[in-house]
C-alpha cells in the first residue's frame, strides 16, 4: 500500500501548494486528465485567447464609422483552433514532464476516490498519505433533458476544439462562460442562438448590467429567453422542443447551463469529509476540512468559481502545510470578476439589487463612457461605470463596469476598497491621466 507524506488530488491550482519547503517530502499527485487544470487547458487562458481573436474580427465587421473600409472575409477555424492550443498543450505537457522528473514526486495519472481517512482508491491499489488536498475543481453541469444525454453535444471542456466553425449553434444558458463563447462565434460567422429560462444574461449581476448586456446581445444574436427546453433530437443536425412550443434546429449545440464541485466524483464523505447541499466541501478558515490534515481550494470549495480565488486558496495551503503552527486565513470577502464578452464586464462587491433586499443604505453614482474625453472618441454608447457607496462611511460597496477594458478599469477600485479608502480620497488623492480611460472612474467618484 503506497504512503506519501502529501498526496494532492488535481495539478491545476493544486500543482503549486509545494515548493522548496518540502523537497524532502515524498508527495503524490493524482490527475486523470492533463496538467495545469481547467484555466489552462479548457477555461481562462484558451478562451480569452478566442475571445481576442474575435474582437478582432468584430473590429473588422465594425470599423465603417470610423471611415476605415474593413472587412471581415470569414475565419480560418482550423487554424485559429490550432494556433490556440499549439501554444497551450506543449505548456500541460511540460508541467507533467516536470513533476515526474522530480525524485520525491510521484504522479498518478488516474482518478482518486476515497474509501476511508485520508485513504484514497487510485488505479486498483489504496493509496493513503499524512496530507491530503483536494483540488480537483469542478465540470460542467448537464441539466436532465429528455434526449441530451443521448446527443452530442458539447460543453466548456469541448467547444474550442471543436473540428469546425457551426454554421448555427445553440446556447443554452445565460452565465459567463454563455456570453463569452457567444461573442466569439458570432464574431467569427456563426449564427449563435441563446436559450436562457431567464429573461436576463447574467441576471446573479447588478441589474443595469444585466439588462445592457441583455440589451447588447439582442442586437447581435437571436436571444430566446424566459423558455427551457422541454426534449432535444438528433439526427444530422440538433431539433430542440422548447416550453414555448417552438422548435429550433441547429448544426450545433453548447450546453452552458453552470458548474458543479467534483466532491461526488472523489466520493470524499466515504473520507469523512463534509459537503454542503451544493456539494462543495466544507472548509474552516485556513482551508481545512472537518477531517485534520485534509485541506481544500479552488473550485471544489468555493462557489465562486475563479481562477483568480483558487490560486490565493493554493497560497493559503502552501503555507499551512508547511507552517501548521501559524495558520494563516482566506479572505474572499473582496472577489472581483470578469466577464470577456463583448463588451466586457467587471464587477466587485454588492449589487444594488442585493442592498435593497438587505436594507443596507447606499448613494448611487453612475457615469457613461461617452462623458469622458476617451470615451467620446471611441464613439462609446453602451459602456458605464456604477458605483454603490456607503452615505455614511463613504467607503464603496460595489462596484460594476461593462464597456472597452472594464476589468483593467476596475482593478483602481478594487485596490481602493482592499486599502480602505472613501470614494473622496480614490477621487481625490491622485492624477488621472487626461484623456484616458480612467477618468470615467473619476468621474464616476465625483459624482459622490
Known sequence: MPHHDLLIIGAGSGNSVTGGDHRHWDVAIAEPWVFGGTCLNRGCIPSKMFVHTADRAYQAQNSAGFGLKTSFDGADWPAIRDRVFGRIDPIAESGLAYRESLANTTVYPHSARFVGERMVEINGQTVTADRIVLAAGARPVIPEVPGLAQSPYVTSDSVMRLDELPQHLVILGGGFIAVEMAHVFAALGSKVTMVNRSHHLLREMDTAISE?????????????????????RHEKDFTLD?????????????????????????????????????????????????????????????????????????????????????????????????????????????????????????????????DTAYGWAMEDTTGFVKLLADPKSRLLLGAHLIGPHAPTLIQQLIQGMAFGQTVDEMAAGQFYIHPAMPEVVEQALLEF
Request: charged letters at 15%; a negative charge; glycine letters at 8%.
Open 212 to 232: 445592457r448586456i441583455t440589451e447588447i446581445y439582442g442586437q447581435r444574436m437571436d436571444l430566446v429567453m424566459g423558455v427551457t427546453v422541454d426534449a432535444v
Open 242 to 370: 422548447l416550453s414555448d412550443g417552438s422548435t429550433l434546429v441547429a448544426d450545433q449545440l453548447l450546453v452552458a447551463t453552470g458548474r458543479q464541485p467534483n466532491s461526488d466524483a472523489l466520493d470524499v464523505t466515504a473520507g469523512g469529509i463534509t459537503v454542503n447541499e451544493r456539494g462543495h466541501v466544507v472548509t474552516d478558515e485556513h482551508l481545512q476540512t472537518v477531517v485534520p490534515n485534509v485541506w481544500a481550494l479552488g473550485d471544489i470549495t468555493n462557489p465562486v468559481q475563479l481562477k483568480h480565488l483558487a490560486n490565493a486558496d493554493a497560497k493559503v495551503v502552501l503555507h499551512n502545510l508547511t507552517y501548521p503552527e501559524d495558520l494563516h486565513s482566506v479572505d474572499r470577502s473582496l472577489a472581483p470578476y470578469a466577464v470577456f464578452g463583448h463588451p466586457q464586464i467587471a464587477t466587485i462587491g454588492a449589487n444594488q439589487r442585493d442592498l435593497d433586499a438587505q436594507g443596507i443604505p447606499y448613494l448611487v453614482a453612475q457615469r457613461n463612457y461617452a
